[in-house]
């Protein structure tokens, strides 16, 4: 999804690369394609589609990703929020931050 762009430069997403196994988990659950596997281990291919959603962390069995240190709320729940405060009435400017 390289068109989706939150803010450029901002998103706290780190890869330990010496830790990645290859396992492909963090590829298959992104929503915005950030992560590529090749030769084995993952890259970090686009850092500024990150949302911060905190799947790929969440998802990853030896703890080689870190998106925030908010254990992967980052500012997606604000958005997340917004768009269902539109369609709710109810709103919320809370992101958990």
Same mark, same amino acid.
């Given at each position: 999804?390289?068109?989706?762009?939150?803010?450029?430069?901002?998103?706290?997403?780190?890869?330990?690369?010496?830790? $990645?196994?290859? #396992? %492909?988990? !963090?590829?298959?659950? @992104? =929503?915005?394609?950030?992560?590529? *596997?090749?030769?084995?281990?993952?890259?970090?291919?686009?850092?500024?589609? $990150?949302?911060? #959603? %905190?799947? !790929?962390?969440?998802? @990853? =069995?030896?703890?080689?990703?870190? *998106?925030?240190?908010?254990?992967?709320?980052?500012?997606?729940?604000?958005?997340?929020?917004?768009?269902?405060?539109?369609?709710?009435?109810?709103?919320?400017?809370?992101?958990?931050?």
């Amino acid at each position: 999804m390289r068109t989706f762009r939150y803010l450029d430069n901002v998103a706290i997403l780190t890869l330990a690369r010496e830790k $990645c196994i290859g #396992c %492909g988990n !963090c590829e298959m659950v @992104c =929503p915005h394609r950030v992560f590529k *596997v090749t030769g084995g281990k993952a890259d970090i291919k686009d850092p500024d589609g $990150c949302m911060e #959603c %905190g799947a !790929c962390a969440r998802n @990853c =069995p030896v703890d080689a990703i870190y *998106v925030n240190p908010d254990d992967g709320c980052g500012c997606a729940i604000y958005i997340l929020n917004s768009w269902l405060g539109k369609i709710t009435g109810k709103r919320s400017s809370d992101c958990g931050c």
